[in-house]
Each structure stands twice: as C-alpha cells, then as structure tokens.
C-alpha cells in the first residue's frame, strides 16, 4: 500500500484540498475549455467534481459470457482468502422454459464519489486517494470494527479472516499507479471491462460513457458509484413480479444472497 | 442462518449492556436530582446508590468484550488518535460513541465514588473528609450524569440507525426503542438486586428496614413504572411497525423478518415480547392491580418478584439480537 500508517488522512485531506483549489484556480484560466468539456459530460456524470482524475470502470454486459475469469485473477492478484471474495460474478436467470434467459451481473467496488462506508469510518482508515479517487483501506490504521461494511450499500467489504481487517476491492492500486490496468480488467475475456478515468475527456471509457446508456447500480443511495454497466439488468429475487421465476446466484463466498 | 454475520455475540451484548448501565445511570441520577425526600429519603437514596454502582459496570465490560473481539487491543485507540482533528470534523457515530463511552466511565465512576460509605468503611477523620465531599460532589456529578447516560442510550441506536444500507436499522424510530428499553432494563437490574438484598422478611439494610410502610409504597412506585416502561415500549415497538409498514421500499421488505413467517419472528415475538415485554407485564400488572383495586399489601412470592426483572433483562438482550441480527440478514432490496 502506498500510503501507509505515517501519512495521516488529515494531511491527506490537507494536500487534497490544496491540489483541488490549484485545479479550481487553472479551471478558471482556461474557462472555455472546461466548458465545452463540461458541455459533454454524459448526465451519469452531472453533478461530480470534473477537474480531479477519477478512475472507474465501465462493464459491458453485452459483452460478458459469465466465466469468472475475472473472479479468479482477483483472488490470485490480491492473495484473497478462501470464504470471502472482493469481486464476483452473479448469474441471474429469469423466465421459464422456453423463454427463459440468463444475464450476467459482475461485481467490484465501485469506488463511490459520496461513500458512505468513508462517512462512517471512525478511524480514517478507509479514504479517498486524492491523486486517483479510489476508495482504499490503509491496513495501518484499521481495527476492524466493520463499520464500513454495513455503511456499504454494495456489500462489498468483508473481515480478511487473515489480517482481521477490513477488506475490499482497491481496483489493483499497485498496478494502476504503475499504469497498468487492474488484473480483473487485464484478463477478461471478452473485453467486457474498460478501465480508465472517467474525467478525462480524452479516455476511452470517458468516451464509451458519453456514447452508450450507461446505468449504476442502486443508484438511490446517492452514492455516485463510478463503475459503470451497458446493459444492466436490475432484476432481483425481492422485486420479481407475481409468477415470474427469478433466481440470482452471487457466487459468492460469503453470502449466497444479495444484502 | 447462512448470511455471514459480521457484528454478532460481542456487538449484541455490548449494545444491551451499553443501555442497562446507562439506564442505570440514568435512574439513579434522576432520584438523587429530584428524589422524592420525607420518609422515602433512604429508600431513594438505597435506589440512587445502586443505579451508580450498577451503571459503569456493564459498560465496562460491554466495551472490554468488543475490544476483546478486535483482537488487537492497543489498536483500539486508533479511535482517538489516528487523526484526531480529521475525526473532530468529520466525526462518525462510532467516534461520538467512542467519546461517550470514555466520558460516561471517568463519569460514573466518579458518581460511583460518591456513593460508597467512606464512615464507615475508613472511619476517623479522613472518612469524615471524604463523606463530606461525597455530598457535595454527589448531585453535580448526577447533573452530568444523566444526560450523558441518555445520549450513551441513544448513540447506541444512532450507531445501527446511521447506515442507510441496513434498512431494519435506517429507521427514526430505533432511538427510541433503545432508550426506553435501556431506562426499563437499567430500572429492572436495580429492582433486582434490591429484591435480592431484601430476601428474607424482616431485611434491615442501613436505614431501610423491609417492613417499613414505606418500603412497599415505594415498591408500589417503582413497579408501576415499570409497567408504564413496558407500555411505553410496546407503544414504540408499534411505531417501528408502523414506519416500515408505511414506507414503501427496503424497509417494509427487512421488517418482514420480524413479522410471522419470516426468520426472526419466533426469537421476536417470543423472546421479545411474550417473555420481555408481556408476560413481566401481566405478572407485576397482576400485582399492582390487586393492590390498587382491592386494596391487598404489595406482597408477592419470591420467585416471581425475582423472575419479573430477569424476563425484562432477557427481553431487552433478545431485542439487541433481533436487531443487529436481523438487520444484517435483510438488505436493500433490488440491485
Ligand atoms: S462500493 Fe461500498 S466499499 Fe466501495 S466505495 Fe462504494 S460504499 Fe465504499
Ligand atoms: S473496519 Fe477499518 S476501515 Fe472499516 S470502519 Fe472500521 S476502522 Fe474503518
């Protein structure tokens, strides 16, 4: 981990609000600029601060054939204990025979811009990098208290059973500061995940938001999440009609069912 | 139960311990603020002093198993001084918490203090010293006391109630279930102690004798309020129904777990309100009844004086697990 137990958030924090008032100062220099990149913005996007790099995903669900590569190199990648998963794959199958079809609805951290399991923190050991927007853990300073796991809409974070710390998808932090793309993204077979800062008017996933119906999942949180889906469907075994089949399978370690 | 919990035994314990010794705290504080005074001075006092010895105890050790359960004890601090004005500005419920539990130990302890008998446990001149600043510390102390206890009941439902994603536990109405059930089972523990140090009739106790007139007016008092707390209670469990019930999302879904059918209504409805609520109700209700109406002595067999407070106890410890467990098997519904 990068930032380690010696630099503390309020520092962080410090720097972070320093760096963004420079940006806010360089954003009115060239204001015709930032507005015509404003004026693109895709309407996902409304409302979030544009001048800071904020990397995202964008999945493809037209493209994913559900083979849980990207499940796997994760557990490689992070050294992810046997019983808990920081990124999974769910099958949702729905219908019956012979209308009956299965979508494919890949999970990870989405990296929210108003996160609440940041909110709830009480250590700090859970904050916003402010060079990239990502959500992380700093192991230094966490007691495990797992507040931020029922804060989490998302159910994403979960007890490392080997540190006792609380554990969660950090989009590959140390290969995206190397500038490479995290290991989920690097082995998906389809090419379903586009990885990128979604700020960046220039960035491929920038442009495929802008282009495609994007949608978020749970959106009514208010969590802004930044990682992005084409062709989400937001089936759930609680929200299907009378005499509709629905089945959702997480495939994931620790809870067979969504919360 | 196959969801994975991840706040269990130790947080549930905790939370019920958190409300007894606050409510506790809080009963004893307000009878020395404004007990009543006359022939029922020692019996409030009797009562004063037990809320304060029994306040700080359970939170005690209700934090002590939580830091227990982290496992890295000194990491705990990490609450305090990880990044302290960070935490002042952008504090969570858990810092409030943290604030408070360290505040209401120093706190009741120091109330506590006031309440031991120091003429007669040192005796002599430095006895005399220190009784004489007990007086003067005691009703002070009991002003800071109380409110403090009252936001350590409530914090423990603000820390469930404050995460959106917990629909059992997002709810307005959860502050006051854990406060009223914090003041009913911190009242039913000194109950039950005081039942205990007056077994056998004819118990003196310092000033107050058992066959004293007032010993029973009094008794007569303090159920009746507890039987308005398990009212009050029942009243705010209905309220709680009610919200989920009228609010058309996650809500309504995660209270079905408590309603017939669904995975916590045996634990609930017999745990919570057969055994905790209704049936220490009916029993003491009997009681006082019998006495408002027909005019009998407040008088009642042992077992059942004892058993009234531990069913209150008991119900108050399941409503804890119903909660956090319940809250943690149901989530937002729709993805
Ligand atoms: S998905 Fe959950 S863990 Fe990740 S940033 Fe959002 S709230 Fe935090
Ligand atoms: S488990 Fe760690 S990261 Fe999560 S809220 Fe507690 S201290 Fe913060």
């Known amino acids: ?119 709830v923190c009480p250590t700090g050991a859970t904050y916003e990098r402010p060079q990239d927007g990502l959500i992380v853990i700093d192991q230094g300073v966490c007691i495990g208290c797992l507040y931020c796991a029922h804060a989490c809409p998302y159910d994403m974070r979960f007890l490392n059973p080997v540190t006792r710390f609380a554990d969660k998808c950090d989009m590959c932090i140390h290969r995206v500061s190397k500038g490479l793309v995290p290991s989920c993204v690097n082995t998906c077979q389809g090419r379903a995940r586009i990885f990128g800062d979604v700020n960046d008017p220039n960035s491929e996933i920038h442009k495929l938001i802008a282009r495609n119906p994007v949608s978020v999942i749970r959106e009514t949180y208010g969590t802004q999440p930044n990682v992005y889906y084409i062709g989400l469907d937001t089936t759930d075994e609680n929200t299907k009609k009378p005499g509709q089949y629905v089945r959702v399978t997480t495939n994931k370690a620790n809870s067979p069912k969504r919360t | 139960m196959e969801q994975h919990l991840m706040w269990n035994w130790p947080m549930i314990v905790y939370l019920f311990l958190a409300g007894l010794g606050a409510g506790a705290l809080a009963v004893s504080g307000i009878v020395v603020l404004w007990g009543p005074a006359g022939e029922f001075r020692h019996r409030a006092a009797l009562i004063a002093r037990l809320g304060a010895f029994i306040g700080p105890l359970p939170v005690i050790i209700g934090t002590g198993l939580l830091i227990y359960e982290l496992g890295r004890p000194f990491r705990a601090l990490n609450l305090f001084t990880s990044n302290f004005w960070f935490l002042a500005l952008n504090p969570s419920p858990m810092n409030w918490g943290s604030w408070f539990i360290l505040l209401f130990c120093v706190f009741a302890t120091v109330y506590a203090l006031t309440f031991i ?118 009243v705010v469990i209905g309220l709680f129904f009610m919200f989920a019930h009228m609010t058309i999302n996650s809500a309504n879904f995660a209270v079905q777990t408590l309603l017939p059918g669904g995975e916590m209504a045996t634990t609930f409805w017999v745990g919570v309100i057969l055994v905790g609520l209704l049936m220490p109700a009916f029993i003491e209700g009997f009681y006082l009844l019998r006495t408002a109406v027909l005019g009998h002595e407040f008088e009642w067999p042992y077992v059942i004086n004892v058993s009234a407070p531990i069913a209150i106890l008991f119900g108050g410890l399941m409503l804890r697990y119903v909660i956090v467990v319940g809250g943690q098997i149901t989530g937002p519904i729709g993805i």
């Open chain 2, 117 to 234: 008998p120091w003429r007669t446990l040192l005796g002599g001149e430095r006895g005399e010293r220190l009784e004489a600043r007990s007086e003067r510390w005691r009703a002070p102390m009991a002003t800071i006391c109380v409110p403090l206890a009252i936001a350590m009941a409530i914090y423990t439902a603000i820390l469930l109630a404050a995460v959106p994603a917990r629909p059992l536990w997002h709810t307005p109405v959860l502050w006051l279930l854990f406060t009223v059930s914090a003041i009913s089972t911190g009242l039913s523990a000194i109950i039950l102690v005081q039942r205990f140090m007056f077994r056998k009739p004819g118990a003196v106790r310092g000033a107050v004798r058992r066959e004293d007139p007032a010993f029973r007016v009094t008794e007569y008092y303090l159920v009746s309020m507890k039987v308005l707390l398990i009212i009050a209670e029942l």
């Open chain 1, 1 to 119: 981990m990068s930032d380690s137990s010696d630099s503390p958030v309020s520092r962080r924090k410090f720097l972070k609000t320093v760096s963004q008032g420079a940006a806010a100062v360089a954003t009115a220099g060239v204001a015709g600029g930032a507005m015509h990149a404003a004026a693109t913005k895709p309407a996902a996007d409304a409302g979030k601060k544009n001048n800071k790099v904020q990397y995202g995903m964008l999945i493809d669900l037209r493209r994913c054939i559900g083979c849980q590569a990207c499940t796997v190199a994760c557990k490689a990648e992070a050294d992810v204990p046997m019983g808990v998963s920081r990124s999974w794959v769910e099958y949702v199958e729905k219908g019956r025979y012979p209308n009956a079809g299965r979508s494919f609805l890949p999970r990870l951290c989405n990296h929210c811009s108003e996160p609440h399991c940041v909110r």
